[in-house]
T-cell receptor, first 111, second 112 residues
C-alpha cells in the first residue's frame, strides 16, 4: 500500500510568520492529496486538497503545492494566527478507495 | 450536515475481552475506514471497506476484524483485547463523488 511520510513532527512559529509542512508519498499512482486539521479533542477536518493534475492550490492563507515527479506535496500557511495551532495531517489516496495518512505535525503559533 | 457517529467516546475493557466499536454514517458513503491514532504515529489504517460485506486490510490489521453488513455501519472488533490496543480509534467515511473523508468523534479505548 501507499506510504506517506510527514515532516516535521512539531513546528513552532511566531504569530504572523509562515509555516510549511512537507509530505512525501511512495506510490506514483496516488492522485488525490488532502490535508486535515485536528484541533485538540476534536475530529480531523479537511482544510484543503489537491489532485494530481494540479500543481498548486490556494485558499486564503492556506496553499498546497504538489510535485509529482518528486512525489512530495506541501502545506503552506501564511500570516499564522493562534487559532491555526493544531495537528495537521497529510494524506494520499490511490483512487481505489484507500487513504493513508502521514504521522501528523503539531503546529504551535505563539502570540 | 454529514454525520459520522461512533457508539462510544470512552471505553474501558479488560484484557481478553471481546470489544465492539461501532460506526454509523448517514450520507450513503460507499467507503468506510477504521484508524487508530497514537502520539507520534498519526492515523494508522486498520481496515477499510468499499462496499457492503467487503473489507480490506490496512497497515495494522493484526488483532482486529471488521464487519460491514449494512452500508451505513462499519464495526471494528477486537477479538481478545490487549493492553497494546489502548488507543484512540477514529472511524471515517468517504464518498468518491467528492473525496472528502468525514470523521467520527473518536473512541478512546483503554484496556486494563
Amino acid at each position: 500500500g501507499e506510504n506517506v511520510e510527514q515532516h516535521p513532527s512539531t513546528l513552532s512559529v511566531q504569530e504572523g510568520d509562515s509555516a510549511v509542512i512537507k509530505c512525501t508519498y511512495s506510490d506514483s499512482a496516488s492522485n488525490y492529496f488532502p490535508w486535515y486539521k485536528q484541533e485538540l479533542g476534536k475530529r480531523p477536518q479537511l482544510i484543503i486538497d489537491i489532485r494530481s493534475n494540479v500543481g498548486e492550490k490556494k485558499d486564503q492563507r492556506i496553499a498546497v503545492t504538489l510535485n509529482k515527479t518528486a512525489k512530495h506535496f506541501s502545506l503552506h500557511i501564511t500570516e499564522t494566527q493562534p487559532e491555526d495551532s493544531a495537528v495537521y495531517f497529510c494524506a494520499a489516496s490511490l483512487g481505489n478507495n484507500d487513504m493513508r495518512f502521514g504521522a501528523g505535525t503539531r503546529l504551535t503559533v505563539k502570540p | 450536515d454529514v454525520k459520522v457517529t461512533q457508539s462510544s467516546r470512552y471505553l474501558v475493557k479488560r484484557t481478553g475481552e471481546k470489544v465492539f466499536l461501532e460506526c454509523v454514517q448517514d450520507m450513503d458513503h460507499e467507503n468506510m475506514f477504521w484508524y487508530r491514532q497514537d502520539p507520534g504515529l498519526g492515523l494508522r489504517l486498520i481496515y477499510f471497506s468499499y462496499d457492503v460485506k467487503m473489507k480490506e486490510k490496512g497497515d495494522i490489521p493484526e488483532g482486529y476484524s471488521v464487519s460491514r453488513e449494512k452500508k451505513e455501519r462499519f464495526s471494528l472488533i477486537l477479538e481478545s483485547a490487549s493492553t497494546n490496543q489502548t488507543s484512540m480509534y477514529l472511524c471515517a467515511s468517504l464518498s468518491w463523488k467528492n473525496t472528502e473523508a468525514f470523521f467520527g468523534q473518536g473512541t478512546r479505548l483503554t484496556v486494563v
